[in-house]
Nanobody, 125 residues
Framework: QVQLVESGGGLVQAGDSLRLSCSAS????????MGWFRRAPGNEREFVAA????????YYADSVKGRFTISRDHAQNTVYLEMNSLKPEDTAVYYC??????????????????WGQGTQVTVSS
């Protein structure tokens, strides 16, 4: 059974940094693009960042571009989200997701095959 397990969330102050991790029990990790989405209270789930199978091509929401960095470690079957200069509006539950190769745009949540349970990130002002 495939599991995606996020960790690294917490309560921080504006301007601080956090690194989220997502450990994936995927037998063919390099066949999946990996993404991060988030859902703030009262809002819909939104795309944050994604990284393709090659570990080189990355994509970001405009709201996090320049502050967040996504990366992956194929030896550890893990994807990371480094979040710097955090803002109160970054407060949300962050979800890791896996999108099988050729399943479509990595920006679209519906194209992802597996999801984690989420980790809470709270940024105080």
């Amino acid at each position: 059974q495939v599991q995606l397990v996020e960790s690294g969330g917490g309560l921080v102050q504006a301007g601080d940094s956090l690194r989220l991790s997502c450990s994936a029990s995927l037998r063919t990790f390099d066949s999946y693009a990996m993404g991060w989405f988030r859902r703030a209270p009262g809002n819909e789930r939104e795309f944050v960042a994604a990284i393709l199978y090659n570990g080189v091509s990355t994509y970001y929401a405009d709201s996090v571009k320049g502050r967040f960095t996504i990366s992956r470690d194929h030896a550890q079957n893990t994807v990371y989200l480094e979040m710097n200069s955090l803002k109160p509006e970054d407060t949300a539950v962050y979800y890791c997701a896996a999108c099988l190769r050729n399943s479509g745009s990595v920006y679209y949540a519906g194209n992802y095959n597996y999801w984690g349970q989420g980790t809470q990130v709270t940024v105080s002002s």
